[in-house]
C-alpha cells in the first residue's frame, strides 16, 4: 500500500514538472521503457535493492544509463531522486502511476470490470455510457471474465469497488 501511494507522489510530480515543459505525452513511453529494463530482469532488480553497492554508485550507473539512452532531463531527475532515497524499485509502479495520472489529467478515467461471464458488445457499451454519465469523464474499460464472482460484475474505479457479484453478496451474509 505504502508503495503505491509513493508511486502516485512521484507520478504526480513527474507529471507536473512535465506538464510545465511540454512533455508529458512523450514522456510516458520512456519511462515504461527504462522501467522495464531497469526492473524487467530479476538480476537487475537485485543490483537496486543491493546494501552492498553504495547510494553514489547506483546514482553514477543510472547517469551512465540515461545518458546511453537520452533520456529526457526530468526521467534523469527522478532517477537522481529515486536512487538517493533508495526508491528505484517503485519506478515499475511510478510508470503505471504516470499512466494513470496523464489520463486523469485527460479527462480519462481506467475501469476494471470483472464479470462472472462474457459480456456482450452492447453491455460493455451501456456499462461504458453508465460510468462516464456518473464520473463525468471519458471512460476507458478493461474487462476480464472472472466465474468466481458465480454472477453479475464487480467494477473497480480507481480506489472504488462496486461489487454486484453474487459472490460478493454471500461474503457479505456472512
Known amino acids: ?4 501511494v509513493l508511486a502516485k507522489r512521484y507520478a504526480k510530480a513527474l507529471h507536473g514538472m512535465a506538464l ?5 505525452e512523450a514522456l510516458a513511453e520512456p ?3 527504462l522501467a522495464e529494463a531497469l526492473l524487467g530482469d530479476p538480476m537487475v532488480r537485485q543490483i537496486w535493492m543491493s ?3 553504495s547510494d553514489d554508485k547506483k546514482v553514477g550507473i543510472l547517469d551512465q544509463i540515461a545518458a546511453r539512452l537520452e533520456l529526457p532531463e526530468e526521467l534523469k531527475s527522478l532517477l537522481k ?3 538517493r532515497r533508495r526508491r528505484v524499485i517503485y519506478l515499475d509502479r511510478i510508470a ?4 494513470l495520472e496523464l489520463e486523469r489529467a485527460g479527462g480519462q478515467i481506467r475501469v476494471d470490470i470483472r464479470s462472472a461471464m462474457e459480456l456482450s458488445d452492447l453491455s460493455i457499451a451501456s456499462i461504458q ?3 462516464q454519465n456518473w464520473t463525468g469523464r471519458q471512460v476507458k474499460c478493461n474487462v476480464r471474465i472472472d466465474p468466481t464472482l458465480i ?3 464487480c467494477v473497480r474505479i480507481g480506489d472504488k469497488l462496486i461489487d454486484h457479484s453474487v459472490a460478493g453478496v454471500l461474503s457479505r451474509v456472512h
Not at 500500500?1 to 503505491?4: A, D, S, Y
Not at 510545465?20 to 508529458?24: C, I, K, L, N, W
Open 1 to 4: 500500500m505504502k508503495e503505491n
Open 20 to 24: 510545465e515543459r511540454g512533455t508529458a
Open 31 to 33: 519511462l515504461n521503457g
Open 51 to 53: 546494501p552492498r553497492l
Open 81 to 83: 531522486v529515486l536512487a
Open 96 to 99: 503505471k502511476a504516470y499512466v
Open 129 to 131: 455510457k453508465s460510468l
Open 151 to 153: 454472477a453479475g460484475l
